[in-house]
């Protein structure tokens, strides 16, 4: 007797009216968010998000040239404003200088030719030998290490980087002018302007000149090279 008084009815109802309350509350929700357009605001601010990274450039300056920049500030704010048509400031809080595409930017890769200036005069040229990257086509920067050629660590270091300036930097010249690059020493880096080429010219130059080789016989091997290259063109 006692079995056929169990009512199978009072398990089965709390299911079914968890799964109603379920689906009413879906349905009321997207009503709520069609009626409001939150999802819609929300897919428009992330697509927003990603078009504006994509239109703004941000290079952090480094401690050691705040000062050069604050010099220089409006040598460098004319080309790209005037020229490149691009807006740019420098966030103090952030310390970066921030490059935004305007309204009357005729071409998007001005941003990225913008940003490569600014990169080459923090890394340490002048601002009349970074201005080339704006004018010319195919000019690059390269930057590599004492270290990426050979592990050198103190007074062996001091001399390599002594043998790359040379007496009043003479040999750092030397190979500016046979491979008509720009070359910055900072310190363990090196930072090399000029188009394809002659960076690997230079590169090979300094390379050399690191491993050990007499300046003599590195500006033998130069001149060469820069006597055939002007033959071919």
Same mark, same amino acid.
């Given at each position: 007797?006692?079995?056929?008084?169990?009512?199978?009815?009072?398990?089965?109802?709390?299911?079914?009216?968890?799964? !109603?309350? %379920?689906?009413?509350?879906?349905? #009321?929700?997207?009503?709520?968010? %069609?009626?409001?357009?939150?999802?819609?605001?929300?897919?428009?601010?992330?697509?927003?998000? =990603?078009? +504006?990274?994509?239109?703004?450039?941000?290079?952090?300056?480094?401690?050691?040239?705040?000062?050069?920049?604050?010099?220089?500030?409006?040598?460098?704010?004319? $080309?790209?404003?005037?020229?490149?048509?691009?807006? +740019?400031?420098?966030?103090?809080?952030?310390?970066?200088? #921030?490059? !935004? +595409?305007? $309204?009357?930017?005729?071409?998007?890769?001005?941003?990225?030719?913008?940003?490569?200036?600014?990169? %080459?005069?923090?890394?340490?040229?002048?601002?009349?030998?970074?201005?080339?990257?704006?004018?010319?086509?195919?000019?690059?920067?390269?930057?590599?290490?004492? =270290?990426?050629?050979?592990?050198?660590?103190?007074?062996?270091?001091?001399?390599? +980087?002594?043998?790359? %300036?040379?007496?009043?930097? !003479?040999?750092?010249f030397t190979i500016e002018n046979v491979t008509k690059t720009r070359i910055v020493l900072a310190d363990s880096k090196i930072h090399?302007?000029?188009?394809?080429?002659?960076?690997?010219?230079?590169?090979?130059?300094?390379?050399?000149?690191?491993?050990?080789?007499? $300046?003599? =016989?590195?500006?033998?091997?130069?001149?060469?090279?820069?006597?055939?290259?002007? #033959?071919r063109m």
């Open positions: 007797m006692e079995v056929e008084n169990i009512q199978t009815d009072v398990f089965v109802a709390p299911k079914k009216a968890q799964k !109603r309350s %379920a689906n009413t509350d879906d349905v #009321e929700m997207t009503v709520v968010d %069609a009626a409001t357009g939150i999802e819609g605001a929300k897919k428009r601010t992330g697509t927003g998000a =990603k078009r +504006i990274r994509s239109e703004l450039r941000k290079v952090s300056v480094p401690p050691h040239r705040y000062s050069s920049l604050k010099e220089q500030w409006m040598k460098i704010f004319t $080309p790209v404003v005037e020229h490149m048509k691009l807006q +740019i400031r420098f966030n103090m809080k952030a310390r970066q200088v #921030e490059l !935004r +595409i305007g $309204p009357e930017t005729p071409d998007i890769s001005n941003l990225q030719k913008g940003a490569d200036f600014v990169k %080459a005069f923090l890394c340490g040229f002048e601002v009349d030998d970074a201005l080339a990257l704006l004018r010319l086509e195919d000019l690059f920067v390269e930057t590599f290490e004492i =270290k990426d050629v050979k592990t050198l660590r103190g007074d062996h270091q001091s001399r390599a +980087i002594g043998r790359l %300036a040379g007496k009043g930097g !003479r040999i750092k090399i302007l000029g188009s394809y080429q002659n960076i690997q010219l230079a590169r090979r130059a300094i390379c050399n000149l690191i491993l050990g080789s007499p $300046p003599s =016989k590195v500006y033998g091997n130069l001149r060469a090279v820069a006597t055939r290259l002007s #033959e």
